[in-house]
């Protein structure tokens, strides 16, 4: 599987951006698809990741009620809705493949990385 991520740049406080990631691959439908995120300095964290049928999406707290994930299977395609950005969301952002759990250790496919700069 390969994963192709777009949508990253540079947005005020409190705007908004849309992240997309496009796999390759048949078996995109059945992985637990998700976004990762890492800050110069600071480790690969968890940002949000979604079950394969789009039921049930996952959030770290500190995204909660500010990001949304979604997955269309039809177009092998996740998106991150990321509104009330702020400036500590700065980051590239990674899109993440076939999941076995919320830490970076437990993916087996990564994309290049988009990068999200959120201005004060």
């Known amino acids: 599987v390969q994963l192709q991520a777009s949508g990253g740049g540079l947005v005020q406080a409190g705007g908004s951006l849309r992240l997309s990631c496009v796999a390759s691959?048949?078996?995109?439908?059945?992985?637990?698809m998700g976004w990762f995120r890492q800050a110069p300095g600071k480790e690969r964290e968890f940002v949000a990741a979604?079950?394969?049928?789009?039921?049930?999406?996952y959030y770290a707290d500190s995204v909660k009620g500010r990001f949304g994930i979604s997955r269309d299977n039809a177009k092998n395609t996740v998106y991150l809705q990321m509104n009330s950005l702020k400036p500590e969301d700065t980051a590239v952002y990674y899109c993440?493949?076939?999941?076995?759990?919320?830490?970076?250790?437990?993916?087996?496919?990564w994309g290049q990385g988009t990068l999200v700069t959120v201005s004060s």
């Open positions: 993440a493949g076939d999941l076995n759990a919320f830490v970076a250790t437990a993916v087996n496919y």
């Open positions: 979604i079950s394969w049928s789009g039921g049930t999406p």
């Open positions: 691959g048949r078996t995109f439908s059945s992985y637990v």
